[in-house]
């Protein structure tokens, strides 16, 4: 499994700043105009989401995933 942050609507320099005050080690994009955000319908914030190797979204879990949670958007077989 990987991770790859995505930081809506934010301003990127003051995204780079805050990621290391929390202790975020993943790579991390800037989505500034919240394009993504609206592709995938979010509705709320933070979120995880599982997606498989075609790109399509599997699981999605609404709130905060600490590193012992990871498995949580892992699809069930």
């Given amino acids: 499994m990987s991770f790859l942050g995505v930081n809506t609507r ?3 320099s003051m995204a780079a700043a ?3 005050e929390v202790g ?3 790579p991390q ?3 500034v105009d919240g394009e993504l955000l609206d592709t995938t319908r979010v509705r ?3 979120v995880t989401l ?3 190797a075609e790109g399509r979204i599997v699981d999605r879990v609404i ?3 600490s590193a012992d949670d990871g498995q949580a958007a892992e699809p069930a077989h």
């Fill in 63 to 65: 709130g905060e995933v």
């Fill in 10 to 12: 934010d301003d990127p």
């Fill in 44 to 46: 709320g914030l933070p």
């Fill in 18 to 20: 805050f990621l290391p």
């Fill in 24 to 26: 975020v080690t993943y």
């Fill in 50 to 52: 599982a997606v498989d």
């Fill in 29 to 31: 994009v800037v989505d």
